[in-house]
Nanobody, 122 residues
C-alpha cells in the first residue's frame, strides 16, 4: 500500500494550496480518508476526514477555509486550503482507514503517506 502526497510548498499568508494524495495497492472506496498535519515536537493532528458517503469533519481552526474531497475512481484524496495562515505551517499527511468510521483520531488510521511540507510566510 502506498499513499503519495503532492502539492505542498511555500505560500504567502492569504494564499491557497491544493494537496493531492494518490493511493495504490488499496481501494479507498467504502473507507474513510483523512488529512493530518504535524509540527516539530507534536503528534499528528487531524485536519479533516471524509467518509465514503461524503460526510466530513474538520478541525475547528480550518473550518470554512479547507475543503476535503475524494475521487474513488482515481483512488485520490484532495485538500483545498484557502486563506492560509502561518499557523497552518506543518507537514501534511494523507491517511486511509480500513473501515468507514469517520474519525479525526490518528489511531484509527492504518495507512499513511510520507507527508508534504506546507510553509506559509507572514
Amino acid at each position: 500500500v502506498q499513499l503519495v502526497e503532492s502539492g505542498g510548498g511555500l505560500v504567502q499568508a492569504g494564499g491557497s494550496l491544493r494537496l493531492s494524495c494518490t493511493v495504490s495497492g488499496f481501494s479507498i472506496a467504502g473507507r474513510t480518508v483523512a488529512w493530518f498535519r504535524q509540527v516539530p515536537g507534536d503528534v499528528p493532528l487531524g485536519v479533516s476526514c471524509m467518509r465514503d458517503d461524503g460526510d466530513s469533519l474538520y478541525l475547528n481552526s480550518v473550518e470554512g477555509r479547507f475543503t476535503i474531497s475524494r475521487d474513488n475512481a482515481k483512488n485520490t484524496v484532495y485538500l483545498q486550503m484557502n486563506s492560509l495562515q502561518p499557523e497552518d505551517t506543518a507537514v501534511y499527511y494523507c491517511a486511509a482507514d480500513r473501515f468507514d468510521v469517520g474519525s479525526l483520531h490518528r489511531g484509527e488510521y492504518r495507512y499513511w503517506g510520507r507527508g508534504t511540507q506546507v510553509t506559509v510566510s507572514p
